[in-house]
C-alpha cells in the first residue's frame, strides 16, 4: 500500500475493524508515535468502527481517566498525549485496550444476531445515505455527543483542515444539518 492511500483489501465486519486497531496500537514502538500515514489508517479505522456501532446501536465504552493530560481521539476515544503535525504520541491504557476488547465480544454477539441493515430505519428513515464522508461523519458527531467537542472540532479533525481553512468540514456539517431537517438522518 503506497503512503496516504486507503488500503483495497478493508476489513468488513465491526469485530475484524476493532481486531485491526488493536494490532495497529499493539504494533507502536515507544514512545508510541503513530506517523501520519497510521495516523490516516487510525482515522479510518476509527471512523469505520463509530459507523458500525451507529448503525448497529452499540454504545462504545467511555473512558473515566483523571489524568490532564491525556486526549481522547476519535469514536473509539484512543488516549493520546500529544498531536503533532506529523501524528500524534499515543499514550494507551490498560483500561482502553479492555474496553476495545468489551466492544469486541459485543460485536461478535451482536453479528450472530442483528443484522447490520436492522438498525439502519432508526438512524436512515428514508433509506441509507450513499456519500461516505457524510455517514462517517455523522458517526463521529454521534459518538461524541456529551463530550465537550464541537462539532466545528470534530468536523475538522475528520477532513484533516486547519482551523483558518475549513470549507470540506463546512460543507459536510452543512449537509449533515440539512438531512436532519429533511428527516433523512437521525443523529
Same mark, same amino acid.
Request: hydrophobic residues 40%; charged residues 25%.
Given at each position: 500500500?503506497?503512503? +496516504?492511500?486507503?488500503? @483495497?483489501?478493508?476489513?468488513q ?10 494490532a ?8 508510541n508515535?503513530?506517523?501520519p ?5 487510525? @482515522?479510518?479505522i476509527?471512523?469505520?468502527? +463509530?459507523?458500525?456501532?451507529q ?31 506529523? +501524528?500524534?504520541?499515543?499514550? @494507551? ?5 479492555? *474496553? ?9 454477539? *451482536? ?10 430505519q ?23 455527543? +456529551?463530550?465537550?467537542? *464541537? ?19 463546512? *460543507? ?16
Open positions: 500500500m503506497a503512503d +496516504g492511500q486507503a488500503p @483495497t483489501n478493508q476489513p465486519s465491526l469485530v475484524e475493524l476493532i481486531d485491526s486497531l488493536l495497529l496500537v499493539s504494533r507502536l514502538r515507544r514512545p508515535f503513530l506517523p500515514e497510521q495516523f490516516a489508517k487510525l @482515522t479510518e476509527d471512523a469505520r468502527i +463509530g459507523a458500525e456501532c448503525l448497529r446501536s452499540i454504545e462504545i465504552p467511555r473512558l473515566d481517566d483523571p489524568k490532564s493530560d491525556v486526549h481522547y481521539f476519535g469514536a473509539t476515544r484512543l488516549p493520546y498525549a500529544v498531536r503533532t503535525r506529523g +501524528g500524534i504520541i499515543v499514550a @494507551t491504557s490498560t483500561n482502553w485496550e479492555q *474496553s476495545m476488547r468489551v466492544l469486541r465480544l459485543v460485536a461478535e454477539k *451482536s453479528a450472530s444476531s442483528t443484522p447490520p441493515s436492522a438498525n439502519n432508526k438512524f436512515f428513515p428514508r433509506g441509507v445515505l450513499n456519500n461516505p464522508d457524510i455517514l462517517e461523519l455523522a458517526a463521529r458527531l454521534n459518538a461524541a455527543e +456529551g463530550s465537550g467537542i *464541537s462539532k466545528n472540532q470534530i468536523a475538522r479533525e475528520f477532513t484533516g483542515e486547519p482551523l483558518e481553512n475549513e470549507p470540506k468540514a463546512k *460543507s459536510l456539517l452543512s449537509q449533515i444539518r440539512r438531512l436532519i431537517r429533511q428527516g433523512r438522518l437521525n443523529i
